[in-house]
Every structure is written in structure tokens, then in C-alpha cells.
């Protein structure tokens, strides 16, 4: 999952693969470089956010599909131990005697933990698992336009450097300071942060909007997730 990062704006680069494939010809080693420690320190649970919400889109249909199935069998299931239940508590209410009663209660009872046994390996089957790992790190020095802009919500302003991408002819969105995701069109709070649209919510109760950051829960007690 490609995810490129600019460490200098702190922005969202678009198009990792089509700015891969720009500079693949003119990348050359440096043999004195370097890793930036703190740079990767600091952007690294960013990168990871972003690469989480591109595989989660990217497996939306495998999910789906595994749902359903797992719906599918649940069902089976749960008339097939619905029909053994039945049966057994047919045989407690004829049994005659405590000693059968009881012998036929533990078979119910057995059956129960045999069924919630079986449904847990259906969730633990039909769930997709992934597992993120850093598998390489290019680290490039581009020629960019620098604007300062000052941003300005309310009487509240802030100062934010952004970058015009030469490679990609267009300007790096800033990251959602909470999501990590581009935030364009930016949202700005009262406080300030830089946000994209989905963590600059509108509450359904009460139309307030309202950043995610500042506040998981609006003022009139709904929560924003």
C-alpha cells in the first residue's frame, strides 16, 4: 500500500505510484545519506493510518463477501442446533423420571457449548486478518513552491506552509490532523486544526458541527465517533 508523505508541509502527497513512476528514471544513491530519524519517528503512525484506510477500501468487497458467507452459514447453523434443542427438550418433557430428566438436560447443555463453539470458528474463519509492515522507505528531495498561507476561521488564525508539486501539477492537500487522510476541502475549527470533511462533523441531533479532535462527543450528548 503506497502512501507518500510530505515531511516539509506536512502534507498528503496524491498519487504515490504516478509520482514513483515521474522520478523512477533520475533517482540516484546517495551514499552518505542518512534516514531521518525523527521525520519517519513522527510520520510513521501517519503513514500507517493512511495505509489502513486504503487496504480497508481496497478489501471492502473481500469483507462483504466474507460477511455474507458468514451470515450464510450462521444461519445453517443456528436452524441445525435450533432443530437439536427442540428434539432434546421433546425427550426432557417425556423422560420419566429425575435420573433421565437430568441425563437428557446434560445433553442439552452439551449441545448449547457445542453450538457457541461452532460459531465462534465460523467469526474466526470468515474474518479477514492483515498485518501492516514497513516493507521499504524512498526518500526524495524535490524542487517544490512554497506559499504561507494564514488561515483564518472566526477570530482564531493560524500560519500553514503548502507545497505546489511540480512532478504532479498540483498542491499537496495538509493531512487531517486526526485522521491523517488529505484534507481537502480543509475544515478548519475554532481551535484551528486542519481537518478533512469527516472529522469536521455535523451532528444529526442537533446540527452542530463539531471537530472530532476537540470534541468525541457533541455538547448535546451525541456521540461523533
Known amino acids: 500500500m503506497p502512501v507518500c508523505l510530505n515531511a516539509t508541509a506536512d502534507s498528503v502527497v496524491p498519487q504515490p505510484d504516478a509520482l514513483l513512476s515521474y522520478v523512477?528514471?533520475?533517482?540516484?544513491?546517495?551514499?552518505?545519506?542518512?534516514?531521518?530519524?525523527?521525520?519517519?519517528?513522527?510520520?510513521?503512525?501517519?503513514?500507517a493510518d493512511l495505509a489502513r484506510r486504503a487496504l480497508a477500501r481496497a478489501a471492502a468487497q473481500l469483507v462483504d463477501s466474507?460477511?455474507?458467507?458468514?451470515?450464510?452459514?450462521?444461519?445453517?447453523?443456528?436452524?441445525?442446533?435450533?432443530?437439536?434443542?427442540?428434539?432434546?427438550?421433546k425427550r426432557i418433557a417425556?423422560?420419566?423420571?429425575?435420573?433421565?430428566?437430568?441425563?437428557?438436560?446434560?445433553?442439552?447443555?452439551?449441545?448449547?457449548?457445542?453450538?457457541?463453539?461452532?460459531?465462534?470458528?465460523?467469526?474466526?474463519?470468515?474474518?479477514?486478518?492483515?498485518?501492516l509492515n514497513l516493507?521499504?522507505?524512498?526518500?526524495?528531495?524535490?524542487?517544490?513552491?512554497?506559499?504561507?498561507?494564514?488561515?483564518i476561521?472566526?477570530?482564531?488564525?493560524r500560519v500553514r506552509t503548502f507545497h505546489w508539486n511540480h512532478c504532479l501539477h498540483l498542491l499537496?492537500?495538509?493531512?487531517?490532523?486526526?485522521?491523517?487522510?488529505?484534507?481537502?476541502?480543509?475544515?478548519?475549527?475554532?481551535?484551528m486544526h486542519c481537518l478533512c470533511r469527516e472529522c469536521r462533523t455535523t451532528c444529526p441531533r442537533c446540527g452542530r458541527q463539531n471537530c472530532r479532535i476537540c470534541r468525541p462527543r457533541c455538547p448535546c450528548g451525541e456521540e461523533q465517533g
Open 153 to 157: 476561521h472566526k477570530k482564531e488564525e
Open 135 to 151: 516493507a521499504g522507505l524512498l526518500v526524495l528531495t524535490l524542487p517544490v513552491e512554497e506559499m504561507t498561507v494564514r488561515l
Open 94 to 131: 417425556k423422560a420419566s423420571g429425575e435420573a433421565a430428566r437430568e441425563k437428557e438436560r446434560s445433553r442439552l447443555a452439551a449441545t448449547e457449548l457445542d453450538r457457541v463453539a461452532k460459531l465462534e470458528d465460523l467469526v474466526r474463519k470468515f474474518s479477514p486478518r492483515a498485518r
Open 66 to 89: 466474507a460477511n455474507r458467507r458468514l451470515a450464510r452459514d450462521t444461519a445453517r447453523l443456528e436452524a441445525y442446533y435450533a432443530g437439536l434443542t427442540a428434539q432434546l427438550q
Open 24 to 47: 523512477r528514471d533520475e533517482l540516484e544513491d546517495e551514499p552518505d545519506f542518512q534516514i531521518p530519524a525523527p521525520d519517519l519517528r513522527r510520520l510513521f503512525p501517519a503513514a
Open 172 to 191: 499537496e492537500p495538509p493531512r487531517c490532523e486526526r485522521c491523517s487522510e488529505p484534507a481537502a476541502p480543509l475544515q478548519l475549527c475554532e481551535r
